[in-house]
T-cell receptor, first 114, second 112 residues
Framework: DTGVSQNPRHKITKRGQNVTFRCDPI?????LYWYRQTLGQGPEFLTY????????KSRLLSDRFSAERPKGSFSTLEIQRTEQGDSAMYLC????????????FGPGTRLTVT | GEDVEQSLFLSVREGDSSVINCTYT??????LYWYKQEPGAGLQLLTY?????DMKQDQRLTVLLNKKDKHLSLRIADTQTGDSAIYFC????????????FGTGTSLTVIP
C-alpha cells in the first residue's frame, strides 16, 4: 500500500492553457474525491466517484473543469482555459465504500496560473 | 451550508500540551475529524470521532466532543517540534454525500 499518489506535484501554466492532473488512489479503494485548497483555507469538495461513476459535483466545479475515472482506478482532473483564480492546491482522496468515513489524501498538485 | 471554524494560530513550548479548538454548525454531523498538514504536503488523517462519543484517546492525542455546544477539540500531550503543522477540523454530514467540510485550519508552532 503506497498511499494516494498525484502527478504532477507542481504545475505552472499560462492563463488560457489547459492542464490535466492525475490521481492514483489506494489500490483497493473504490471511492475517489477531488478537493481544491486555496492559500489559508481548508480543502473544498469538488467531485466524487464511486468506481467509474461520477456521483457528485460541487457548484465550485465550473464547466471548464472535467473529471474522469474511466476504469474505476486512477482519475484525471482537467481544467480548460485556465484562469488566475484557478491557482490552488488540488487534492485527491480515496476511501473504501463501507468505511468511507476514512478518507486518505494524496500530496496534492499545486497549480500556478500566470 | 456547513460552517466549521477554527482559530488561526497557536504557539506552545516543546513538552507542553497543545489544545486546538473547532466549532461546527451542523448538529447532524456523524463523524468529526482532525487532519494534519505539513508544509507542501497533503493531509494526514490523525484521528476521528463518531458523534455518539464524547472522548477518544489515541497515544498523545485526545479528542473531546461537546455536541451540545458543537465544539470539538484536539489535545496533543508532550508537544514536539515535529508537531508543528496546520491542523484541520472536518465534519461529515449525512445526506450531503461523501464530502467532508473542513475548517480553515490552525497553524501550530512549537517553540523549542
Amino acid at each position: 500500500d503506497t498511499g494516494v499518489s498525484q502527478n504532477p506535484r507542481h504545475k505552472i501554466t499560462k492563463r488560457g492553457q489547459n492542464v490535466t492532473f492525475r490521481c492514483d488512489p489506494i489500490s483497493e479503494h473504490n471511492r475517489l474525491y477531488w478537493y481544491r485548497q486555496t492559500l489559508g483555507q481548508g480543502p473544498e469538495f469538488l467531485t466524487y466517484f464511486q468506481n467509474e461513476a461520477q456521483l457528485e459535483k460541487s457548484r465550485l466545479l465550473s464547466d471548464r473543469f472535467s473529471a474522469e475515472r474511466p476504469k474505476g482506478s486512477f482519475s484525471t482532473l482537467e481544467i480548460q482555459r485556465t484562469e488566475q483564480g484557478d491557482s490552488a492546491m488540488y487534492l485527491c482522496a480515496s476511501s473504501l465504500a463501507g468505511t468511507d468515513y476514512e478518507q486518505y489524501f494524496g500530496p496534492g498538485t499545486r497549480l500556478t496560473v500566470t | 451550508g456547513e460552517d466549521v471554524e477554527q482559530s488561526l494560530f497557536l504557539s506552545v513550548r516543546e513538552g507542553d500540551s497543545s489544545v486546538i479548538n473547532c466549532t461546527y454548525t451542523d448538529s447532524s454531523s456523524t463523524y468529526l475529524y482532525w487532519y494534519k498538514q505539513e508544509p507542501g504536503a497533503g493531509l494526514q488523517l490523525l484521528t476521528y470521532i463518531f458523534s455518539n462519543m464524547d472522548m477518544k484517546q489515541d497515544q498523545r492525542l485526545t479528542v473531546l466532543l461537546n455536541k451540545k455546544d458543537k465544539h470539538l477539540s484536539l489535545r496533543i500531550a508532550d508537544t514536539q517540534t515535529g508537531d508543528s503543522a496546520i491542523y484541520f477540523c472536518a465534519e461529515k454530514v449525512p445526506n450531503t454525500g461523501n464530502q467532508f467540510y473542513f475548517g480553515t485550519g490552525t497553524s501550530l508552532t512549537v517553540i523549542p
